[in-house]
């Protein structure tokens, strides 16, 4: 299969706690980002990281990514209750201009 | 950034109608549109790829006759749901992009309920 599969499928955990989602794939890549999606919303564009990338930062969120291994991981830190919302990884393969393939996501909960 | 809104955020329709929802890039020219279904608890499902002024290009297994996608001008995309059926009750979401941009824009999305 072409699209990201994620794990876990869901995560629950307690406010102040680390979140760790994986997404691993099978294609070459161009780049892979990371969306953020609330129940029954639009999505949000969280982090980009591209294929000659390691890792990136913005904020509580830090993206690896492992081509080799064809895995990336996000990572929140700190969660708070807000961070509850779904978690997709999302491909895009080089010759498929910006076309994105969507990993199945990660349901996150963060309990106040 | 950049901002995109769809319309109807929901609509109910009864089984063997149509319904068009709109997409709308407000702040930037979207010279790519695309279209995603999304099922409850599931993962978006890319329907179809469209270029302004172009023929939308389809996924495999969704049908063009039923989906009809309508990319006008830069800043309108429509999809029109035809003859509707309990089975098309989905999440419907697009996006724009722009140039080399490799980042997409999500509207937020249209709740379709067939009766």
């Known amino acids: 299969s072409q699209q990201g599969e994620e794990d876990p499928q869901a995560l629950s955990i307690q406010e102040g706690e680390n979140a760790t989602m994986n997404c691993s794939y099978k294609t070459s890549i161009n780049n892979l980002q990371w969306y953020r999606q609330n129940s029954g919303r639009g999505l949000v564009h969280l982090i980009l990281i591209r294929s000659n990338e390691r890792e990136k930062h913005s904020g509580r969120l830090r993206v690896t990514l492992d081509t080799s291994k064809k895995s990336s991981s996000l990572l929140i830190t700190a969660s708070r209750a807000a961070d509850t919302a779904s978690y997709f990884c999302a491909l895009a393969r080089g010759n498929a201009g910006n076309m994105l393939t969507f990993g199945g996501g990660t349901r996150l909960m963060v309990k106040p | 950034g950049a901002v995109v809104s769809q319309h109807p955020s929901w609509v109910i329709c009864k089984s063997g109608t149509s319904v068009k929802i709109e997409c709308r890039s407000l702040?930037?020219?979207?010279?790519?549109m695309f279209w995603y279904r999304q099922f409850p608890k599931q993962s978006l499902m890319l329907m179809a790829t469209?270029?302004?002024?172009?023929?939308?290009?389809?996924e495999q297994g969704v049908e063009k006759d039923k989906f009809l996608i309508n990319h006008a001008s830069l800043t309108l995309s429509t999809l029109t749901v035809t003859s509707a059926h309990p089975e098309d009750s989905s999440f419907y979401i697009c996006s724009g992009s722009f140039g080399n941009h490799n980042e997409q824009f999500f509207g937020p999305g249209t709740r379709l309920t067939v009766l």
């Open positions: 702040d930037f020219q979207a010279t790519t």
């Open positions: 469209s270029n302004e002024g172009s023929k939308a290009t389809y």
